[in-house]
């Protein structure tokens, strides 16, 4: 039985707990917040679950095998590191540090430590982005071509990272899982309306060597609540809408054509194609219990975690250079397969 501590009971951290609850490897033994009234409500919950102030006492508690930090970005890399030198497993939420240097940093402890180190990006543990890998890799979809996601609404402000950091951070961790490619420049803007707040709204593109473009919109001042991904191939296109209540993906078989029939060099060349649309059969289990049970058997089967330390700090140095960006006012910022150029 692995036992697991939750440091940070505030939004997130409730989610988590209720999963690692339900396990039936695992056992939820331990949950800290700062915050007595968090602590009250988990007790409330938990009865038979330890609570404290003291995220310390979960560190060098020898009988926690794993714990999964669902805190402030702020805190996450000192909270991270005690975790990782105490020996321990580690869940750590997204995004998994305010810097790439800090990311690197737990990578190394962790791959040094040869503990399991599980970036949570839960998207990629939902049935639509696992169906969409899916028909990605199995060439159904041809080459991918674009790659325009629409994440707004009239979000719940954080004051330490930008909407960028907090909501885009979902894209490039599904881009990631989907294309198996790196951007090689970033070009981002975004605004603060109001004073002293980090970026409310943020257009970034990335590009792929491979000809891949990607556009992604995040705003926490939006009207209506979207969160729509167009997946375009040179074979058919994808709508992936998470607010669908069951067919959240949808496949078209719709596309164009150019033909190079010399009897047509006056005319536009182009054919359209535009054939049934299909809503594939998705695994509708919810994303957290998958992810956990992923966290189990890789604790115990010595597996690298779909989501490893290593993918979490992709994510972060595109954030960085999107970030750099879109304080240059959409200055391109070119990035190498690993890591920022300067
Ligand atoms: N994967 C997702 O879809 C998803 C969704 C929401 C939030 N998150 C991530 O979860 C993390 C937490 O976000 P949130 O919205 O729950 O924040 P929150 O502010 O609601 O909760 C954070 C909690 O951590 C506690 N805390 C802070 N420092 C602590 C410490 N040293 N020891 C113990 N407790 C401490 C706070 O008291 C608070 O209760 C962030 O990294 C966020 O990006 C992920």
Redesign the pocket.
Known sequence: MIKIGV???????P?LTRNFAELTRGKLVAI????PR?LDMAARRYPSVKTT???QELVRDPSIDAIA?????S??F??AMAVLKAGKHLW????MTETSLQAQKLVDEAEKRKSVFIV????IYTGSIRKMGEIVAGGNLGQVLYYDSTRVNLG?F?RD?SVL??LA??DFSILDYLLHEQPVAVSASGINHFPGTPENLAYITLFYDSGTIAHINVSWLAPVKVRQVLLGGSKKMIVYDDLEPSEKVKVYDKGISFTDDPRQIHEMRVGYRIGDMWAPKLDSAEA?TVEAEHFLDCIETGKTPLTDGRSGLRVVELIEAATSSMRGRGETVHLRRQGVMA
């Open positions: 440091i940070g009971h505030g939004y997130w951290g989610n800290s917040d700062l915050d968090k102030r003291d995220y930090i669902a805190t402030p970005v805190s996450h000192e909270l750590l939420a997204k995004p949570d990006h839960t998207f719940l954080q990272v950091s907090d951070a979902h957290l």
